[in-house]
C-alpha cells in the first residue's frame, strides 16, 4: 500500500459474487473506527454492476478538530462530494473481476483533497475484500 494508491484503478481478482464483493465494498468504505484518526464518512449508492461511494467528510476524533483550522475546513469541504466507484463482474470462469477507482476529486494546493483519508478508505476495501477470498488476486494498475 503507497501514497498513491488513491490515483490508481485497483483491479481485484475474487472467488466471490459479484454482489458478495459489492456488499463488501460498501460496507469496508464505512468501516473506519469512529476514534481512529484517518476515518471517513461515506454516502454509497448502487449503480448497474456495482456501487459509487460519495465522501462525506472526516469521521471520528478528526472531524472534531478539524473545526480548528481554517485551512483543514477548507481542505475537507472541497473534498466532500468526492467519488469511488467499484463495478463488479462475473467472468465465465468463476472469478469475478472487481475495478475501484477515485472517479471524481477535488485538489488543495497540488494535492488530492482529504486524500489522506480516501487513501485508507480505498484500503480496507483491499482488506474486505481478501476476507471474502483469501486468495485474492491484486493486479497493480
Avoid at 488513491?6 to 464505512?30: L, Y
Wanted: net charge positive; hydrophobic share 45%.
Amino acid at each position: 500500500m503507497g501514497v498513491m494508491d488513491h490515483k490508481r484503478t485497483w483491479e481485484f481478482r475474487v472467488h466471490a459474487t459479484p454482489d458478495a464483493c459489492t456488499a463488501a465494498f460498501a460496507k469496508a468504505m464505512n468501516g473506519g473506527s469512529a476514534l481512529g484518526l484517518m476515518s471517513s464518512r461515506w454516502e454509497i449508492r448502487a449503480v448497474q454492476h456495482g456501487a459509487v461511494a460519495a465522501y462525506q467528510g472526516r469521521g471520528g476524533m478528526m472531524e472534531l478538530m478539524t473545526g480548528l483550522s481554517e485551512r483543514a475546513t477548507v481542505e475537507r469541504d472541497s473534498a466532500v462530494g468526492s467519488e469511488v466507484q467499484f463495478q463488479a463482474s462475473a467472468s465465465p470462469n468463476g472469478v469475478t473481476i472487481c475495478l475501484m477507482h477515485l472517479k471524481s476529486f477535488a485538489t488543495s494546493i497540488g494535492f488530492t483533497s482529504d486524500a489522506r483519508f480516501i487513501r485508507p478508505a480505498m484500503q480496507r476495501v483491499e482488506r474486505a475484500l481478501r476476507e471474502v477470498d483469501p486468495n485474492l488476486v491484486v493486479v497493480k494498475n
